[in-house]
């Protein structure tokens, strides 16, 4: 069983920055990729980005890009969401997930092919 640990998130002011981090113990078997999420308050849970195995394939919803940038050290289980530029509507609980299998390109934005999430690290953007 993979357990998925998040963290660094916190509360910042519109216009700051963050680096949240996801890092995978017990059983690590190879995924196919590693995905970022986020739930805001009375919103159902969204697609912010996601990695592929190699680190070259990247995914990223409209709304973050060119803020958003995910990287992830395959020796070190850990994957990285640095979140730069941020904005009163990035507030939000944000979850890590990993996906085992390949469901296809179309597929990395779809919570349901994410076997494994973590608890979530809160992000609170203050205006």
């Known amino acids: 069983q993979m357990q998925l640990i998040e963290s660094g998130g916190g509360l910042v002011q519109a216009g700051g920055s963050l680096r949240l981090s996801c890092t995978a113990s017990g059983r690590t078997p190879s995924t196919n990729a590693m995905g970022w999420f986020r739930q805001a308050p009375g919103k159902e849970r969204e697609f912010v980005a996601a990695i592929g195995w190699t680190g070259k394939d990247l995914y990223y919803t409209d709304s973050v890009k060119g803020r958003f940038t995910i990287s992830k050290d395959n020796a070190k289980n850990t994957v990285y969401l640095q979140i730069t530029g941020l904005k009163p509507e990035d507030t939000a609980v944000y979850y890590c997930?990993?996906?085992?299998?390949?469901?296809?390109?179309?597929?990395?934005?779809?919570?349901?092919?994410?076997?494994?999430w973590g608890s979530g690290t809160q992000v609170t953007v203050s205006s």
């Open positions: 997930a990993a996906q085992m299998f390949n469901y296809g390109y179309t597929a990395y934005s779809n919570a349901n092919t994410y076997a494994y």
